[in-house]
C-alpha cells in the first residue's frame, strides 16, 4: 500500500465521513428549519409572550424572552429562514455575476480580460465591510440592498476562481476542436468548460455563503443590516446583547446558529474535497 492510500485508510476516512455527515446533517436541518419556519414558530416573532424582558426558558418561551419579552425561539427560527435565504441568494447573484464574466475572460481573452481583471484588481482591494457599510447608509438599508451588495461584493473573488479554473480548460484538445467547429462563447462556456469545472464553483459556493452569512450579520450588528420589528442572527444578536450582563443566554443562541452553519459549511468543503482526492487514488 502507498503512503497515499496508508494517509487516506478506512480508519483514517472515518472520522473525515463522520465530519461530512454530521455538517450535512446540520445544513439539512437548517435548511429545513427556513424552509418550514411559519409552521415551526410556537408564537408570532413580534408578539409579547411575558412582561418580563430576557425571562428564564419556560413551557411558552422555550429558549426564554428577548429583551423586549417576545419568544426568542421563534425570534431565532424566523431569523434563520431571513439569514440562510438572504445569504444564498447573494452567494447565487455572487456566482451569476463573477462566474459568467470569469469564464466569459478566460474564453475571450485580450483587452476584455485585461479590462474586467483590472477592476476586479481595484474591487479586492477594497475592504469588504467598509464597501458594505458605505453603500448601506448612502443607499438605505432593506433586504434588497443587501443581498445585492453582498452579491456584488464577493462576485470579485469568484471571478478570480472562474476564470483560473476556465483558463485551465479553455487550452485543452476538446476546447480547441469545438473553436474548430466554430462554436461560439456561450457554447463553449456552458456546454464545454462550465460542466468540467463545476465541482470547484460548487465548493466556492458553499464558503463563499458562508462569507455571506457573516457579512450580512455584521452588517445588522451594528444596526445597517435587517430592521426591526424583522431581524436576522446578527440583529438578534445586537438587540440582546444586555442580557449578557443581566446573565441571560439570550444573544448566545443566534451566535451560535451563525457559527453552526458557517463551521457546517466549511467542513462540507473540506470533507468533500477529501473524497475527491481519495477518488483520484483510487483511479491511480
Do not use: C
Not at 445569504?87 to 463573477?98: D, N, Q, R, S, V
Not at 475571450?108 to 479586492?124: K, T, Y
Not at 433586504?143 to 485551465?168: E, H, K, P
Amino acid at each position: 500500500m502507498s503512503a497515499a492510500n496508508e494517509a487516506l485508510s478506512p480508519p483514517a476516512r472515518g472520522p473525515r465521513n463522520a465530519l461530512f455527515a454530521v455538517a450535512a446533517g446540520v445544513l439539512v436541518a437548517w435548511a429545513l428549519i427556513a424552509v418550514l419556519a411559519p409552521l415551526l414558530v410556537p408564537h408570532d416573532p413580534t408578539d409579547f409572550v411575558s412582561d418580563d424582558p430576557f425571562a428564564a426558558p419556560s413551557r411558552i418561551a422555550w429558549l426564554g424572552t428577548d429583551y423586549l419579552g417576545r419568544d426568542l425561539f421563534s425570534r431565532l427560527i424566523a431569523g434563520a429562514r431571513i439569514s440562510l435565504f438572504m445569504a444564498f441568494l447573494a452567494t447565487l447573484l455572487a456566482h451569476l455575476l463573477g462566474g459568467t464574466l470569469g469564464l466569459m475572460a478566460a474564453v475571450r481573452g485580450g483587452l476584455f480580460d485585461a479590462a474586467v481583471s483590472r477592476i476586479v484588481d481595484i474591487a479586492l482591494s477594497l475592504p469588504k465591510i467598509i464597501v458594505g457599510l458605505v453603500v448601506v447608509a448612502a443607499i438605505g438599508t432593506s433586504m434588497t440592498v443587501l443581498v445585492i451588495v453582498a452579491g456584488l461584493v464577493y462576485a470579485a473573488g469568484v471571478f478570480r476562481i472562474a476564470r483560473a479554473l476556465g483558463a485551465d480548460v479553455a487550452v485543452m484538445d476538446f476546447i480547441r476542436a469545438a473553436r474548430a467547429r466554430g462554436e461560439g462563447a456561450a457554447w463553449l462556456i456552458f456546454g464545454e468548460i462550465l460542466p468540467n469545472i463545476i465541482m470547484p464553483l460548487a465548493a466556492d459556493f458553499a464558503i463563499r455563503m458562508s462569507f455571506a452569512i457573516l457579512f450580512m450579520s455584521s452588517l445588522s450588528f451594528i444596526g445597517l443590516g435587517v430592521q426591526p420589528p424583522r431581524a436576522d442572527w446578527g440583529g438578534l444578536v445586537r438587540e440582546n446583547l444586555s442580557a449578557l450582563s443581566a446573565g441571560s443566554w439570550a444573544p448566545i443562541f443566534p451566535a451560535l446558529a451563525i457559527a453552526s452553519v458557517a463551521i457546517a459549511l466549511n467542513l462540507l468543503v473540506d470533507a468533500i474535497g477529501d473524497r475527491r482526492q481519495l477518488a483520484r487514488i483510487r483511479d491511480e
